[in-house]
């Protein structure tokens, strides 16, 4: 679990890059009044491949590193405990949401005609996804749910 969480740990840094990536290309198509590019198609599907991995990793922790044991253990005591409330219902539900976010977004986009209506369509649903993402990372500053920028094995 340990590999695991190593993973989950670094690929954050692949999903704000690419979600950052993706905003900008919206940004900068809408601003400049572009064409909506084969590159811009790319940064956000990268964007969720990486969400659709770091959601399958995150579920591989909720049930086998001692989340769900808690869960089964009574949802009083999880509601209680401010760290083991944050990974097991907050951070997995803002993520799941996000997840959600990236996939509707990017099939509206290839449903959308227009290359600015692209641009304005990945622009609101990366964004709202990439917001709700950094919100519920649990960074270092976070005083209870506080965890490394980037996990060593001990
Ligand atoms: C874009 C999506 C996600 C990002 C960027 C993300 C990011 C993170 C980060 C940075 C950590 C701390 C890792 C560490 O301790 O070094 C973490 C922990 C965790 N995440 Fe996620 N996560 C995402 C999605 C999910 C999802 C969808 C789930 C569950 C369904 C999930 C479940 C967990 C759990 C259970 C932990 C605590 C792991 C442990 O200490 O045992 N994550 N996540």
Redesign the pocket.
Known sequence: ?QIV??L??L??WG??LFGIWSIINALRGLTTKSVYTASDNRANLFFMI??DI??L???A??FF???FTKVQEGMGTVMKNNTARF??VE??TI??V??FLVHIGRSVVKKTNSDQGKHKKALLFFGLALLL?II???WPFRAEVA??LL?GFH
């Open positions: 679990m969480l190593f989950h740990s690929l954050r999903v704000l990486c969400c770091q959601l990793i995150g579920l922790l909720f590193n001692g989340w990974f097991t951070h997995a993520m799941i996000a997840w993402i519920s990372i649990p965890r490394p996990r």
